[in-house]
């Protein structure tokens, strides 16, 4: 099956870190990849999209300076949480849309558990 | 804007069924879908329904849409320990980027 590959699956740092988080799509090109942000026992908000080879698109609220996107090939985006301060502190995670499936789905990396001290 | 909603918790006994409930409030999505997420890990997709379909089966899955009444539910039958996670239902939005909308996660919980 198809299988997105994201790392660190950890990350503690000191505040005013920049932290960079990478997701892959192993056995799929993916044009279009997503990352999310999921605080403790609550659902998955959307932060931005990532289109390959042009800009992301953030979502509503999602600081772009804050939150660094490039999605470099059709395998691999990153997000860069620039300068991080305690309140970034959160699981991301990022998913990856395989277009070769009919139904389209998306596949999910197995999170990143960010701490800032 | 689109709503997913999930009612938050559901415990059952080994062996029982299982029926989790989702409403939804877009009804141009094309697909929707049933993930499982187990604790500190991601999100695997374990079904999808296509909007024009009523009913779909997949081993111990059955996933029911009433696409008038905007409901869509899973069933797991003969549900397992290993079946103790958070469900989360999610309709696509018919945009370009056709992106993802989760409901709230219905937390199951399986006892022996």
């Known amino acids: 099956g198809a299988v997105v590959s994201q790392h660190p699956s950890r990350v503690i740092c000191k505040s005013g870190t920049s932290v960079k988080i990478e997701c892959r799509s192993l056995d799929f090109q993916a044009t279009t990849m997503f990352w999310y942000r999921q605080f403790p026992k609550q659902s998955l908000m959307l932060m931005a999209t990532?289109?390959?080879?042009?800009?992301?698109?953030?979502e509503q609220g999602v600081e772009k300076d804050k939150f660094l996107i490039n999605h470099a090939s059709l395998t691999l985006s990153t997000l860069t949480v620039t300068s991080a301060h305690p309140e970034d502190s959160s699981f991301y995670i990022c998913?990856?849309?395989?277009?070769?499936?009919?139904?389209?789905?998306?596949?999910f990396g197995d999170g990143t558990r960010l701490s800032i001290l | 804007g689109e709503d997913v909603e999930q009612s938050l918790f559901l415990s059952v006994r080994e062996g029982d069924s299982s029926v989790i409930n989702c409403t939804y409030t877009?009804?141009?999505?094309?697909?929707l879908y049933w993930y499982k997420q187990e604790p500190g890990a991601g999100l695997q997709l374990l079904t999808y329904?296509?909007?024009?379909?009523d009913m779909k089966q997949d081993q111990r899955l059955t996933v029911l849409l009433n696409k008038k009444d905007k409901h869509l539910s899973l069933r797991i039958a003969d549900t397992q320990t290993g079946d103790s996670a958070i469900y989360f239902c999610?309709?696509?939005?018919?945009?370009?980027?056709?992106?993802?909308?989760f409901g709230t996660g219905t937390r199951l919980l399986v006892s022996p």
């Open positions: 329904i296509f909007s024009n379909m």
């Open positions: 877009d009804s141009s999505s094309t697909y």
């Open positions: 998913s990856a849309r395989d277009r070769g499936q009919s139904y389209q789905p998306q596949h």
């Open positions: 999610a309709e696509s939005t018919n945009t370009g980027f056709q992106k993802l909308v």
């Open positions: 990532s289109n390959e080879g042009s800009k992301a698109t953030y």
